[in-house]
């Protein structure tokens, strides 16, 4: 009896017995915690990511955005990259790699990380740190390792990607799925200074690739490969304004050489001795020299010795050349150096032009009603109402109006099909470039209250300043600049058909005013009449 009582509980206990998994570990968490993030984002869909995400700096399609997590109480974040078509901004699929359709390979405003594997949407995880990028190599191969499963279950192709070593040296390692079998695997360095010379070169560039991959076969040989490869040369001409500086290293050296230099450099003109500003202001030129960019597109090649003659290869035979100015930011490295400068106002001009897509008026900019619009305008700033109004006073003060003579007296506004330099349009736009900080909501309160008094010009029948009324419209301006012609054209004839019309009223007004004078005249003269003839009437009488 007590065998089989012993025998009852021990099943007893083996059927009421269970194993306890809901104490995960930390490998397990971390995990979960990316798992759930990466399907948020594929949940939320294209359209919902767009109101979050942000624009990439210097990038017109890329977006970017991010979340926190922690693991073993160290801080980290995700950050997804992805890439948008502004013509086709709706669905929610996703696609991991770039083809031939979708984007140019060399497009500029590309993440480097597109630029270097060729892919279109990605991860990057990283912690948040002073440097940014993971050490320890076991750690960064945890995190890649993590992400893979996390994708993996989410069903999702995406690369991701961890910034390993020291952070000026862009090295990356990645992973990403293939639905298959197989796992691509990306690594990427870069070499600042002492390259080896065999890595200047593209034969050692191929076997320094073929190094890195591992064959499966045990054979002494290894098998034919062909590589597809894009390359890029480019040739850039001598930076103007460095002549001194080339004159002053080099003037110990050699006299003969530094007075040639310095004849030919004082002897040079400046850029802008043609333009208006040239005789009170000397402009630094924002354009320092030029680019040639020449791309050769998907070459394929079996051996070095293919590479060593592709080198040699004459730049006449690329696929695509670019000429690209150098401009004041190339130079410095950075729009920071020079904040106010005329080149940098540029920058930040053609910034705003790129972000103007995303609203479809220009009042959407100035309310930023739609969260899509405030996500991109919230760091825009908008000068105080005092500053507007001065603006607009120096734009609508009274004056003279403009001859044609006097707006046409430069010669490259037709050239580039732009307005004249006293025009109305032109002090507008260059009043736009120092409102505020150039930003997208900054122009748009602008131009919405110069639109405003435009109308008031008209309703008013006020001249518009700064803008000839001939009676002429020249074609050769741009656009706008020809419908204020054509407003202020407007504006005279009407006002001149007032004023006809007004002396028409008073001539009416006169000769009726002439006409009722000379009504109440003739009564008048008829009851004169009647006492004078009463007068002698009684007169008679009296002598009688």
Same mark, same amino acid.
């Given at each position: 009896?007590?065998?089989?009582?012993?025998?009852?509980? &021990?099943?007893?206990?083996?059927?009421?017995?269970?194993?306890?998994?809901?104490? /995960?570990?930390?490998?397990?968490?971390?995990i979960s915690n990316i798992e759930r993030i990466c399907r948020k984002w594929l949940a939320d869909g294209l359209k919902n990511l767009l109101v979050q995400a942000e624009i990439v700096k210097g990038s017109r399609n890329l977006r970017h955005i991010t979340a926190d997590f922690t693991y073993e109480t160290k801080p980290y974040y995700l950050e997804y990259f992805f890439?948008? +078509?502004?013509? %086709?901004?709706?669905?929610?699929?996703?696609? =991991?790699?770039?083809?031939?359709? +979708?984007?140019?390979?060399?497009? +500029?405003?590309?993440?480097?990380?597109?630029?270097?594997?060729?892919? %279109?949407?990605?991860?990057?995880?990283?912690?948040?740190?002073?440097?940014?990028?993971?050490?320890? &190599?076991?750690?960064?191969?945890?995190?890649?390792?993590?992400?893979?499963?996390?994708?993996?279950?989410?069903?999702?192709?995406?690369?991701? @990607?961890?910034?390993?070593?020291?952070?000026?040296?862009? /090295?990356?390692?990645?992973?990403?799925?293939?639905?298959?079998?197989?796992?691509?695997?990306?690594?990427?360095?870069?070499? =600042?200074?002492?390259? $080896?010379?065999?890595?200047?070169?593209?034969?050692?560039?191929?076997?320094?690739?073929?190094?890195?991959?591992?064959?499966?076969?045990?054979?002494? !040989? &290894?098998?034919?490969?062909?590589?597809?490869?894009?390359?890029?040369?480019?040739?850039?001409?001598?930076?103007?304004? #460095?002549?001194?500086?080339?004159?002053?290293?080099?003037?110990?050296?050699?006299?003969?050489?530094?007075?040639?230099?310095?004849?030919?450099? @004082?002897?040079?003109?400046?850029?802008? +001795?043609?333009?208006?500003?040239?005789?009170?202001?000397? /402009?630094?030129?924002?354009?320092?020299? !030029?680019?040639?960019?020449?791309?050769?597109?998907?070459?394929?090649?079996?051996?070095?010795?293919?590479?060593?003659?592709?080198?040699? /290869?004459?730049?006449?035979? &690329?696929?695509?050349?670019?000429?690209? $100015?150098?401009?004041?930011?190339?130079?410095?490295?950075?729009?920071?150096?020079?904040?106010?400068?005329?080149?940098?106002?540029?920058?930040?001009?053609?910034?705003?032009?790129?972000?103007?897509?995303?609203?479809? @008026?220009?009042?959407? !900019?100035?309310?930023?009603?739609?969260?899509?619009?405030?996500?991109?305008?919230?760091?825009?700033?908008?000068?105080?109402?005092?500053?507007?109004?001065?603006?607009?006073?120096?734009?609508? #003060?009274?004056?003279? $109006?403009?001859?044609?003579?006097? *707006?046409?007296?430069?010669?490259?506004?037709?050239?580039?099909?732009?307005?004249?330099?006293?025009?109305?349009?032109?002090?507008?736009?260059?009043?736009?470039?120092?409102?505020?900080?150039?930003?997208?909501?900054?122009?748009?309160?602008?131009?919405?209250?110069?639109?405003?008094?435009?109308?008031?010009?008209?309703?008013?029948?006020?001249?518009? $300043?700064?803008?000839?009324?001939? =009676?002429?419209?020249?074609?050769?301006?741009?656009?706008?600049?020809?419908? *204020?012609?054509?407003l202020a054209v407007c504006i005279n004839k009407k006002t001149m058909a007032h004023k006809k019309h007004g002396k028409r009223n008073n001539d009416k007004d006169s000769d009726q005013r002439e006409a009722e004078k000379q009504v109440e005249i003739k009564p008048l003269e008829r009851n004169a009449a009647r006492k004078d003839n009463s007068h002698d009437i009684l007169?008679?009488?009296? =002598?009688?």
């Open positions: 009896m007590a065998s089989s009582s012993v025998r009852e509980e &021990a099943a007893g206990d083996e059927v009421e017995g269970f194993n306890d998994f809901t104490t /995960a570990s930390a490998w397990e968490r971390l890439q948008v +078509d502004n013509s %086709k901004v709706h669905g929610s699929k996703f696609e =991991g790699n770039i083809t031939s359709g +979708d984007i140019d390979q060399w497009k +500029d405003g590309l993440h480097f990380l597109q630029l270097w594997f060729g892919i %279109k949407d990605f991860l990057i995880i990283a912690p948040q740190s002073m440097s940014g990028v993971v050490l320890d &190599a076991p750690e960064a191969t945890k995190l890649l390792s993590a992400v893979a499963i996390a994708l993996s279950n989410c069903n999702s192709i995406w690369s991701a @990607f961890v910034p390993v070593h020291d952070p000026t040296r862009k /090295a990356y390692k990645g992973i990403q799925n293939m639905h298959t079998t197989l796992t691509r695997r990306f690594e990427a360095d870069r070499i =600042g200074s002492q390259v $080896p010379v065999k890595l200047m070169h593209l034969e050692g560039l191929y076997e320094l690739f073929m190094s890195k991959l591992a064959f499966a076969s045990s054979d002494s !040989f &290894a098998p034919i490969v062909q590589v597809h490869y894009t390359m890029r040369l480019t040739y850039r001409t001598h930076i103007s304004g #460095h002549e001194l500086e080339h004159h002053e290293e080099n003037e110990s050296r050699s006299t003969e050489s530094s007075v040639s230099i310095e004849s030919d450099l @004082f002897n040079n003109r400046q850029w802008d +001795d043609d333009f208006p500003w040239s005789e009170w202001y000397s /402009a630094e030129d924002p354009v320092k020299g !030029f680019e040639l960019i020449t791309i050769w597109l998907d070459k394929v090649v079996e051996s070095s010795v293919e590479m060593a003659e592709f080198e040699n /290869a004459s730049v006449l035979e &690329a696929d695509k050349w670019f000429l690209v $100015p150098i401009t004041i930011m190339d130079v410095n490295n950075s729009i920071q150096n020079s904040p106010v400068g005329f080149a940098s106002r540029l920058c930040a001009l053609v910034e705003a032009f790129c972000i103007s897509f995303e609203g479809q @008026f220009v009042e959407d !900019f100035v309310t930023a009603e739609n969260p899509r619009i405030q996500s991109v305008t919230a760091s825009a700033v908008v000068p105080p109402p005092t500053v507007l109004d001065r603006v607009l006073k120096d734009l609508f #003060h009274e004056g003279p $109006p403009k001859t044609k003579s006097s *707006l046409n007296g430069h010669k490259y506004t037709r050239n580039i099909k732009g307005a004249p330099l006293e025009s109305l349009f032109t002090q507008f736009s260059l009043h736009s470039l120092w409102f505020g900080s150039c930003n997208i909501r900054a122009i748009s309160v602008l131009w919405v209250e110069f639109v405003r008094e435009v109308r008031w010009c008209w309703e008013e029948l006020q001249p518009l $300043p700064m803008m000839s009324n001939d =009676g002429t419209i020249d074609l050769s301006c741009c656009l706008v600049h020809q419908k *204020l012609q054509m007169h008679k009488e009296r =002598g009688r």
